[in-house]
């Protein structure tokens, strides 16, 4: 019976008074509840989602300039700050995802472009038409800027290093528009941006490796005209008609 009544007063006892404002006890709740939003905020930016911005045009017309991203980074994975650990991701990157990564020539800088090759396809461009494994790439997103005059670089010289035997090194001389085919090796994947007379991409600065992707993009959730005129341009130069899922993303 003792017992009994000890449950019953338990049960009906009323929930403590929450402490009185600045003081010692309202102070520590108020650390433990930023402590824990803080600790929510960080998984999920490390691990679930990131944020990215559009900044130049060079993935035009599917993203343009000041365009706000959200990335999946479950998708493909992400690395554990601080340390060499990489959490894996549920899929691996596919052909014309769009994916955030960092790029050895621009450290620090999220660049984004769409995946054109994969580890084992053979790639190369004839006259500005892609070519994947010998079977044209039907690119509808493709914008293409006729004013733009084709040429060669000296940065394309690393295409050497995977340029597929069958082709002779000694007279190879890529252009913006014809280059390769190419072999791509294992945990390397070759980018390029949708307006392709207007991108820096793996054509000149090589393919990036697996390990150096960040997520996959897949929601536009803001857009505004950044070249508009007159001040507080966010607002009244904003693209609701832009904000929604990117076409090209399935997750």
Do not use: C
């Amino acid at each position: 019976m003792r017992r009994r009544a000890k449950r019953d007063a338990k049960a009906t006892a009323r929930p403590s008074a929450p402490p009185a404002r600045f003081t010692r006890g309202w102070y520590a709740d108020w650390l433990k509840t930023l402590g824990i939003a803080a600790a929510i905020f960080l998984v999920s930016r490390n691990f679930v989602f990131a944020t990215a911005v559009i900044t130049s045009g060079s993935m035009e017309e599917t993203l343009a300039v000041s365009d706000y991203l959200l990335v999946n980074r479950m998708a493909l994975g992400s690395g554990i700050p601080g340390t060499a650990i990489r959490i894996p991701g549920y899929s691996e990157p596919r052909h014309d995802d769009i994916i955030v990564f960092r790029a050895d020539h621009s450290p620090g800088v999220d660049i984004v472009k769409r995946t054109i090759g994969l580890p084992g396809d053979l790639v190369a461009m004839r006259d500005g038409v892609l070519y994947r494994n010998g079977v044209i790439v039907n690119e509808a997103y493709v914008r293409r800027d006729p004013i733009q005059v084709d040429g060669t670089h000296p940065d394309m010289a690393w295409q050497l290093d995977v340029l597929d035997p069958s082709v002779d090194r000694s007279s190879y001389r890529p252009t913006r528009e014809n280059w390769g085919p190419l072999v791509i090796p294992d945990q390397r994947y070759f980018m390029l941006g949708d307006n392709r007379d207007n991108s820096l991409d793996s054509r000149w600065w090589g393919l990036v490796e697996r390990e150096n992707m960040r997520g996959r993009v897949f929601f536009i959730y803001y857009s505004f005209d950044s070249s508009a005129p007159g001040p507080f341009r966010p607002i009244s130069a904003a693209r609701p008609a832009r904000i929604g899922p990117l076409r090209t993303a399935v997750d």
